[in-house]
């Protein structure tokens, strides 16, 4: 088992290797540079070269590269051109509204969606059956940020029970924290849960078609054991294949959302960055990113393993 | 007759797909005395898997029909609300299935499996139930039971797989037990260890066996009776000795000349009857067989032959069967003399 997680933490390696190469060079290839927004268009190209020199950027591209490479290596992403900090500081003070928001949307996925999905696969064909799937075939069709200004405008702004935009970190309170990340919860988490739902009932229907279903039928087990008991579990993976999927999305793709609501989390930071062409922030983020994604799958294997017996045998 | 234990009569399986409708089941009838063990022979595709799974209704509600009784200690199962159906099943009458892999649920352990039952219909705590599973692990030839109660079923071999099987089957000592193909997925060897076993806890715990199988080879040793199904009916009920001495359906007869000969000449090419099976959609109108028979005329394709009583022990659907039989013995005499 640790042999294992050892073996794919190395194989990540190459992957953030390959991955900050095809990002440092298609920022600097890309027309525009920090400069020009640090010191304004009225400067002259003397003032221009020197901040250049300053910063580095007069270097050839691959001595740049070297350069932040050699520091990446020991987790020291360079210090952002505007924010006069580090880059993983700032990093790590946007993190937090991000990750909260990436797990209340999960959260409100899953409960919607697996029991939801389950249902629809018990009564499969049926109107029940129907009427969920057409929910879910709404809920992938209507983008996330129709969805977002829907629940501002009536829950925000008509019925005023949840505050409009805004956050509020978590030494605030729990619901102070909560009431804030709510509608961009839902608005972020719909997509995942119409995904979700749909996961669930096809593998659910695949597995209560089995003949271990049939065989536990045989012996007598009630229906809500067969259910809960026995299909479920199998059931589980592909779900859980999904979950992960969509996690790393939640994780790293709430820039319209975060937009929309104000929330100070990653996707606003990266929105920022990218207009003030701060190179370092852009890198960092982008390969923080890349990790976590890596991270994720390593876990979903992991759990794979303690779900399905026969993974764990292959991991040995 | 109060030593029946199952009474088939007149049962009919009907299946409403979204093609259509299709009777899988077309009015079987036959029984099953105490510890009694029958055969259930007929080409795949002939309804023997429908027909046992019906007996325990194992078919999903909505999409079935079915008609007819299985009087079962007295009561029709047929009758039975679910939650009566579901004291019967795993505890009165057990099924085990063709292939044990994919019956065992994987993600459950073998002895978890085998308790399961033992809690359900016993109210056992949870740790007898794992004791008595052990238990039944080693009454079904499993070696270190202990260790094997905790593996999945994966890490047993095909062999053992099935010995679990029949013990997650025999958790509670059912009074009958179905037993669909339980032999066909393995090879020839672990076949024979399995009848053995079968054969032992018929006679030890004193259970009734309906033993379903495609291979006539495989009933002579082990069934005193076998019932043979074409085309969801039955065409022909015999003793043991009766079916292997005179078969008297020309399906059986086939059957019988297609079993493979171990000590015979294995250069000679084996016997197969002509055709297939036809699907559900495509049912004759007369005899279900004519297209395949040798024997068939225009009186057999127009109806449906019906069934005689040719001994007390033996019955036949065939128009033709005592001309057939003359005709055979003819032949048998003039190999006799020559
Ligand atoms: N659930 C079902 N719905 C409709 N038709 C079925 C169903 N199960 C089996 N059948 C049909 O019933 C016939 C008999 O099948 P089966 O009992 O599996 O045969 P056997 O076990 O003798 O090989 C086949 O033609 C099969 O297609
Ligand atoms: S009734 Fe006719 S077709 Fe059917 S089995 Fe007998 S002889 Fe053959
Ligand atoms: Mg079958």
């Not at chain 1, 990002?23 to 290839?29: D, E, G, K, V």
């Not at chain 1, 003032?47 to 740049?64: F, N, R, T």
């Not at chain 2, 004291?87 to 352990?109: A, E």
């Not at chain 2, 994966?154 to 032999?183: F, W, Y």
């Amino acid at each position: 088992m640790w042999s294992y997680i050892i073996k794919r933490l190395f194989s990540l390696i190459p992957v953030l290797f390959i991955v900050s190469i095809v990002i440092f060079s298609i920022i600097h290839l890309t027309p525009g540079d920090p400069t020009t927004y640090m010191l304004g268009e009225e400067a002259t190209p003397e003032q221009i070269a020197d901040a250049k020199k300053q910063l580095g950027l007069d270097q050839p591209i691959h001595v740049q590269y070297f350069n932040w490479v050699k520091k990446a290596a020991i987790g020291d992403l360079g210090s952002s051109y505007h924010m006069n900090m580090s880059v993983n500081d700032a990093i790590m003070s946007h993190i937090g509204p991000t990750l909260s928001l990436a797990i209340l949307a999960e959260i409100v996925a899953l409960l919607i969606a697996i029991p939801l999905g389950i249902i629809a696969a018990i009564k499969r064909g049926t109107a029940t059956d129907q009427t969920v799937m057409g929910f879910s075939l709404l809920g992938m069709a209507i983008p996330s940020f129709l969805l977002a200004l829907f629940l501002v405008l009536l829950i925000g702004v008509k019925l005023q029970w949840l505050p409009v935009a805004g956050y509020r970190p978590l030494d605030s309170g729990l619901w102070n924290h909560i009431k804030y990340l709510i509608m961009p919860a839902i608005s972020l988490g719909s997509i995942q849960a119409a995904l979700i739902a749909r996961m669930t009932r096809s593998s659910m229907l695949e597995v209560l078609n089995t003949n271990y279903i049939k065989m536990a039928r045989a012996k007598g087990v009630v229906e809500r054991r067969i259910i809960y008991g026995h299909a479920l579990q199998n059931a589980f993976l592909p779900i859980l294949t999904v979950i992960g999927i969509t996690f790393g999305g939640l994780v790293t793709g709430a820039v319209v959302t975060e937009t929309i609501f104000n929330i100070p989390g990653i996707g606003s930071l990266i929105i920022n960055s990218v207009a003030r062409r701060d190179y370092t922030v852009i890198q960092g983020i982008v390969l923080f990113v890349t990790f976590v994604y890596v991270m994720l799958n390593l876990v979903i294997d992991i759990l794979y393993g303690v779900i399905d017996p026969r993974v764990r045998l292959e991991e040995k | 007759m109060s030593d029946v234990l199952l009474d088939i009569k007149n049962l009919k399986t009907h299946f409403y797909t979204e093609t259509g409708h299709v009777t899988a089941v077309n009015g079987v009838s036959f029984n099953v005395k105490k510890g009694e063990i029958v055969g259930v022979v007929g080409e795949s595709g002939c309804g023997k898997s429908v027909m046992s799974q019906t007996i325990l209704r194992l078919f999903e509600e909505g999409t079935v029909e079915y008609e007819g009784e299985i009087n079962f200690n007295g009561r029709n199962l047929l009758k039975l609300n679910k939650r009566q159906i579901n004291k019967v099943r795993g505890n009165d009458i057990s099924m085990i299935f063709q292939d044990p892999l994919s019956t065992l649920n994987p993600v459950h352990t073998v002895g978890r499996q085998i308790a399961e039952s033992i809690i359900l219909h016993q109210n056992a705590s949870k740790k007898e139930a794992e004791e008595k599973a052990i238990e039944l692990l080693r009454l079904v030839g499993i070696p270190s039971p202990e260790k094997r109660a905790k593996e999945y079923p994966h890490n047993l071999s095909g062999g053992m797989r099935q010995r679990a099987m029949i013990a997650v089957a025999l958790a509670c000592r059912p009074k009958l037990l179905i037993a669909d193909e339980p032999t066909t997925a393995l090879d020839v060897t672990i076949q024979a260890q399995i009848l053995d076993l079968m054969n032992n806890l018929n006679e030890e715990l004193d259970m009734g066996i309906i033993f379903i199988t495609h291979d006539l080879g495989v009933v002579a040793d082990l069934c005193s009776r076998v019932v043979v199904m074409y085309l969801g009916e039955i065409v022909e009920e015999a003793s043991i000795e009766e079916l292997f001495d005179r078969p008297l359906h020309p399906y059986t007869q086939g059957l019988i000349k297609s079993i493979p000969q171990l000590d015979g000449d294995r250069s000679a090419m084996l016997h197969t009857i002509e055709g297939t099976v036809p699907p559900l959609t495509r049912v004759p109108k007369g005899c279900r067989f004519a297209a395949r028979c040798p024997f068939a005329d225009e009186k057999c394709v127009a109806s449906a032959p019906p069934v005689t009583e040719y001994t007390a022990t033996q019955k036949v659907k065939c128009w033709h069967f005592e001309k057939i039989l003359k005709n055979q013995e003819g032949i048998a005499d003039v190999h006799t003399y020559s």
